[in-house]
């Protein structure tokens, strides 16, 4: 078995003549016999695309004078600048061959030991290297000055060294735990998976995942590993390392996902009658951390656009001022301990990818409260790339934010959604300011009230390794590729509906991507189509995705210059049928539709919304996975064009509704469905249920207290008006609360009620499109909507 692979890029040709290459031939030899795995590249391109594709790599021998390939062959292979970040001047600039990839490499690679290949014609030139080159490698080779046995020695030396310092702390103790192979004499009772080969079942089980998964799943009582709640041994030496790479003082690993980070930090920051300030956009858990601590919740609420998209809560709804009449006018106010509040928190970004400026919305918020919690749960790689620079919650410390009303600020993480860990595994990261100190003892007391004593070791050490990666320059490496390979898709798209539109030789409409039309060069202030920008300024440049106020691409009002900033990552496509600024037109595709038609390709997108759908462009997207993507859209196309049959298209939904969608084309089917969201005013009330909030009633603690006891009933819409909810109600699409436990439905004719009303008619009239509505029931014999509400006092 191979201990690693050795890049060896050379000019040579092992299997050529010659004194040199014989000993380049023997060296290679040696260091296969101690157990390396051999990588050859013959130019600078080759070795540059062994470098982007194989991460094992343990060691690099890079000649100098390795060319590059010839101009008819140099074509592809290389990222963008922003990528590759090179040298001043850019890699055309780069002397040779060899110092491309060296240049590679330490934009690649964090510490890889790298060794230059010197011979007879360039050791005159060691002494003229640039400088950056003694910076990136840890020795240099003249092949006929040592044996090859030493040489492949050296080699093979840094190699095996590179190869057990890249391990962070908790899995490298983890690992060498495993290798002990000790018995098992506690808990979990499998007892390394050896339980399961006693069972059909189980061995079938066993088999699957494989036996090192079950040595890893270990008990608290394995001392040599540390404790997840005492945060001691190899466990919080890993913490340590999470809050020095994301910028943290204190790291807190969370086995429940980012749900049970938000109310760990909410039950901490705020207590019984204390005032919260809540961005209405929140999850869920956000609200049943003020259930758990018995806060009472004041909203802010967030800007929204034609497509039903929230936005950011403007600069004008945190301003001192407009907090402090919030306060006052909100009636469960009356009743706090106090008129301040204790704790504030946003959704940074939002589900749609729209983020912060952090200091803003910190400096903003400081004067009404001494805590700003960021929910990032989708943002846990903004500290990686320059895009995001000052948009993420541990960036706000004391060198960016000065003077001692700075709030203490938490970011909680769900790192498993956007970057490499287990699911369920997150984390809470901590800057504390002297106006509300953090005591470890303390804010652990509300950790261990919502973590486990049995904690899941390959989980942990899923989170040390997502850690790691992120380390250093690759880091870097691997946010660039996702955010590279975003861009791609987005002018892609927009590409192929010119070509459409050029052609016409077919309809000239295609999907849209949700995104400004033109971005300026800051270099020349030219403007430039989104389509024909370079990739590297897309990459580079955070002003290109920055909310400019008033443009009509994205629709929000009341933002100020640079407030919010477009996450590329998370990529929203457009219908037609209705615009960001909430124009309507005559024909349209709603989303839902092509959301069903991607699923029968096996593409499940992220989130649906009326006439946008979200794809997320993660570190595993592949050029052949947005492809495919693309390939779908342009064969919707197609079908709808051509009038296909529903039964042809959709078959799967023809045949679970035989009665609605019999003898019905794509065609009618979206004018259909287009007809009732425009027509019927469906999106205008869904505008007006989510900017005008209902009426706080009770605090959200008394309403789970009568749900618990008996104190609720469930009415449907009929009967519900001027009722008071005593759950949440979030449906999606859009995804974000339009009902708030304690909160009042209204009047029948009010907002909340016609739109609730609304998503009742159109499930009734689309069958297997219906919304995904938490806190709502269908009653199964009528299709009424049924609330969870509290029952009224005799």
Known sequence: MANGTVLLALREDPLGGGVSVEQLRRIGKELEERGLELRRAADSRDARAMLQTEAGIAAAVVAWDLPRPSAATRTGGAPSPSATGPAPGGNAHLPTGGAEVLDRIRHRFKDLPVFLLMTDSSDHDLEHLPLWVSETVVGYIWPLEDTPAFIAGRVAAAAHTYMKEILPPFFRALRRFDDAHEYSWHTPAHSGGVAFLKSPAGRVFFDYYGERLFRTDLSISVGELGSLYEHTGPIGEAERNAARVFGAERTYFVLHGDSTCNRMVGHFSVTSDEIALVDRNCHKSVLHGLV??????????????????????????????????????????????????????????????LCYDTLAAARALAPSTPRLHFDEAWFAYARFHPLYRGR??????????????????????????LLAALSQCAMVHVRPAPRAPVQHDRFNEAFMMHGTTSAFYPGIASLDVATAMMDGPQGR??????????????????????????????????????????????????????????????????????????????????????????????????????????????????????????????????????????????????????????????????????????????????????????????????????????????????????????????????????????????????????????????????????LMPGESLGAPDGPLLRYLGALEAFDRAFPGFGSEAHGVTVDPETGDYLIECLRTTP
């Open 292 to 353: 758990v601590s018995g806060a009472r919740p004041v909203y802010l609420v967030p800007t929204r656009n034609g497509y039903g998209l929230a936005g950011p809560v403007p600069p004008t709804a945190t301003a001192p001022d407009a907090v402090a009449a919030r306060i006052a006018a909100n009636p469960l106010t009356a009743g706090a301990v106090s008129p301040d509040a204790q704790y504030a928190v946003l959704t940074n970004s939002t589900y749609d990818g």
């Open 392 to 417: 993420f919650g541990m960036a706000v410390g004391p060198d960016t934010l000065e003077g001692d009303g700075r709030p203490t600020v938490f970011a909680t993480h769900s790192t498993h959604k």
């Open 477 to 738: 490496w691997l946010i660039d590729e996702a955010v590279t390979e975003a861009i791609r898709f987005r002018q892609a798209v927009v590409r192929t509906g010119r070509r459409i539109a050029a052609a016409g030789d077919r309809p000239d409409w295609f999907f849209g991507v949700w995104q400004p039309e033109e971005v300026t060069d800051p270099a020349t202030g030219t403007r430039i189509p989104f389509a024909d920008a370079p990739a590297a300024l897309l990459a580079g440049e955070p002003s290109c995705w920055q909310l400019e106020p008033g443009a009509a691409w994205h629709g929000f009002p009341d933002l100020t210059d640079g407030y919010g900033l477009l996450d590329p990552v998370k990529v929203t496509l457009t219908c037609p049928g209705v615009t960001a600024t909430g124009e309507t037109r005559p024909w349209g595709i709603p989303a839902r539709i092509l959301t069903e038609y991607l699923a029968t390709r096996g593409i499940v997108v992220e989130k649906t919304d009326s006439y946008t759908t979200l794809v997320l462009f993660s570190m595993g997207i592949t050029k052949g996975k947005w492809g495919t993507l693309m390939d779908a859209l342009m064969d919707f196309k197609a079908h709808y064009d051509s009038d296909a049959p529903l039964d042809r298209v959709l078959p799967a939904l023809t045949a679970r509704h035989p009665g609605r969608y019999r003898d019905t084309t794509l065609r009618e089917l979206c004018a259909q469905m287009h007809g009732h969201l425009t027509r019927g005013a469906f999106i205008g009330a869904l505008d007006e249920a989510f900017q005008n909030l209902p009426e706080p009633v009770h605090p959200p603690r008394y309403c789970y207290q009568q749900l618990i006891r008996g104190g609720t009933e469930r009415l449907p819409l009929a009967e519900a008006a001027h009722r008071v909810a005593a759950a949440m109600v979030a449906v999606t699409p859009p995804g974000i609360p339009v």
